[in-house]
């Protein structure tokens, strides 16, 4: 085993180019830890701040949380876990696996590439593989066609890929967001059913749709458009092959909304903060106490050691900063845990919203609807003249007409009957 191991900054600046598998994670400590299983097998470069880690084999780097990966080079299988720093990768022969990250800019990887819980934004140039994207909280951008299939769920941001598979998304639209898809497959879009989105189906060989309260033609052909709810945001469609746009669930129950938002959902939304933030100050408190002892008890170690005054000064210094640097996690981790759950809420405030707008533009339809015309008024009929009441009376003398008949002669010329 062959490790080699350098004393760095909070954010070093790292360049890799690993023959073969490359496995990366973040850790607290001010050190990047390169191991590979061969001897003479790696090479470190350090100058100042930036490091060059060179591998002819598999290579397992720990690195402290904020490192940036300036520029990539992997002949194998890559995983990136628990970095707050942006990752920088060029050429990827394998798959690459994104977990707990800020963000990635990607140049060509030849495998699949999967990432889940992303705090910033994608952007890749071209995949040979599949590509499986969930929970990202910027943008995803793809700016060649995916060889294989995409599959993503769950998007604060923007999103713009194409693929010569198929293509599946569940999303629930942001407003002023634009999403565009483009497949050779088939491309599957699953929306939450009040929803609020312009919908444009640009081609596809058999098109269904199935929104709730949403009446489409029994046979519908591209293009297509449909607008669901205000139509906040932008989303288009484009494929060769079928395409099936329907709802999904809500991620948030509304009925405890639905009637009053404003002041009660914003004391909502604090009472959540401050639980979040009680139960991570609670850990934090813990987590001090811990440190503390632990810090007590290395200056009563170093007390008994032979160690000069200096060196167990600098060995508890860097136990306080150790200390110091969990702190300021400990708080960046409720800051990120405050700001997710403020999205959560405020999408759930949109929906409420939404609903309460469409509720609206139903009641002022119905008042708007006219009522059914009451009947015009019969019109009257003209006085019987002199001369036809004349002719009447004289049948009556002749016996042609009985009494009874005579008058109903009469009421029918003056209107009477009916």
């Not at 830890?33 to 780097?61: F, G, Y």
């Not at 484009?238 to 009660?264: H, I, K």
């Not at 167990?312 to 640097?325: L, P, V, Y």
């Not at 981790?333 to 139903?362: D, F, G, P, T």
Request: aromatic share 2%; with cysteine.
């Amino acid at each position: 085993m062959d490790v080699r191991s350098v004393q760095t900054s909070e954010s070093p600046i790292i360049t890799v180019n690993v023959s073969g598998n490359l496995s990366v994670k973040g850790w607290d400590k001010l050190e990047v830890v390169a191991k590979n299983p061969t001897p003479d097998n790696l090479v470190m470069d350090v100058q100042e701040d930036e490091i060059s880690v060179n591998c002819h084999s598999n290579c397992s780097l720990r690195v402290p949380y904020g490192a940036v990966f300036q520029d990539a080079h992997i002949s194998g299988d890559a995983t990136f876990k628990s970095l707050e720093g942006e990752i920088n990768i060029s050429k990827l022969s394998g798959n690459l696996s994104l977990r707990s990250i800020d963000s990635a800019a990607i140049g060509t990887v030849n495998g699949n590439i999967s990432a889940k819980n992303v705090n910033g934004s994608i952007s890749i140039e071209k995949c040979q593989g599949n590509i499986s994207v969930r929970d990202i909280q910027g943008d995803l951008t793809i700016a060649e066609s995916i060889a294989g299939n995409l599959t993503l769920k769950e998007i604060d941001g923007n999103a713009q890929a194409q693929a010569r598979g198929n293509v599946s998304v569940e999303l629930d639209p942001s407003p002023e967001s634009n999403y565009a898809f483009q497949a050779k497959g088939n491309l599957s879009c699953r929306v939450p059913a009040d929803a609020s989105v312009a919908v444009k189906i640009l081609n596809g060989s058999k098109i269904s749709v199935k929104i709730p309260g949403v009446e489409v033609p029994t046979t519908i052909k591209a293009p297509y458009e449909l607008v669901l709810g205000d139509g906040d945001a932008n989303l288009s469609l484009d494929t060769l092959g079928n395409v099936s746009l329907a709802s999904r669930p809500a991620d948030w129950n509304m009925g405890e909304f639905e009637v009053e938002m404003g002041e009660d959902f914003d004391l909502m939304a604090d009472e959540l903060n401050e639980q979040i933030t009680s139960q991570i100050e609670a850990q934090m408190e813990m987590m001090e106490e811990e440190l503390e002892h632990q810090l007590d008890t290395l200056s009563f170690s170093l007390e008994k050691t032979a160690m000069s005054a200096e060196q167990a000064e600098r060995i508890a210094a860097r136990a306080r900063e150790a200390s110091e640097r969990a702190n300021r996690r400990a708080q960046e981790k409720i800051r990120r845990s405050q700001e997710k759950m403020q999205r959560k809420l405020e999408a759930a405030q949109r929906r409420a919203e939404r609903k309460a707008r469409a509720a609206e533009r139903a009641a002022r339809d119905r008042r708007r609807r006219p009522e059914a015309p009451e009947p015009p008024p019969r019109p009257k009929a003209e006085p019987v003249s002199d001369e036809e009441r004349m002719m009447i009376l004289q049948m009556l003398e002749q016996g042609k007409v009985s009494p009874e008949e005579a008058e109903q002669l009469l009421a029918a010329l003056e209107g009477r009957s009916g």
